[in-house]
Nanobody, 123 residues
Framework: QVQLVESGGGLVQSGGSLRLSCAAS????????MAWFRQAPGKEREFAAAIGWVTDSTYYADSVKGRFTISRDNAKNTMYLQMSSLKPEDTAVYYC????????????????WGQGTQVTVSS
């Protein structure tokens, strides 16, 4: 079992920045990949970014590439999402996820999820 807890969401103006954190506990050594997804009201949950837990591989959705940076601190079992140049369309609940069993871009692949943290970007 893996437990994931997100933090760092909030209200920010367009063009601003936020850093999200995802603290993992439990059998974290099995987390081959961890990811951030987001879900806006009335929309499906979508992939934002992912990172290999052992490798330095990172993956980004086109919509966030160049603005968001995913990183991890293995010693703290924590993953981060640094979000810059935020836009109103980035408004969503952001979820962290761990241990995909298939493709990393689909939420259906992930076994473990956090409870989500709200990010609201005002125009």
């Amino acid at each position: 079992q893996v437990q994931l807890v997100e933090s760092g969401g909030g209200l920010v103006q367009s063009g601003g920045s936020l850093r999200l954190s995802c603290a993992a506990s439990g059998r974290t050594f099995s987390n081959n990949v961890m990811a951030w997804f987001r879900q806006a009201p009335g929309k499906e949950r979508e992939f934002a970014a992912a990172i290999g837990w052992v490798t330095d591989s990172t993956y980004y959705a086109d919509s966030v590439k160049g603005r968001f940076t995913i990183s991890r601190d293995n010693a703290k079992n924590t993953m981060y999402l640094q979000m810059s140049s935020l836009k109103p369309e980035d408004t969503a609940v952001y979820y962290c996820a761990a241990r995909p069993s298939g493709g990393i871009y689909s939420p259906l692949s992930y076994t473990y999820w956090g409870q989500g943290t709200q990010v609201t970007v005002s125009s």
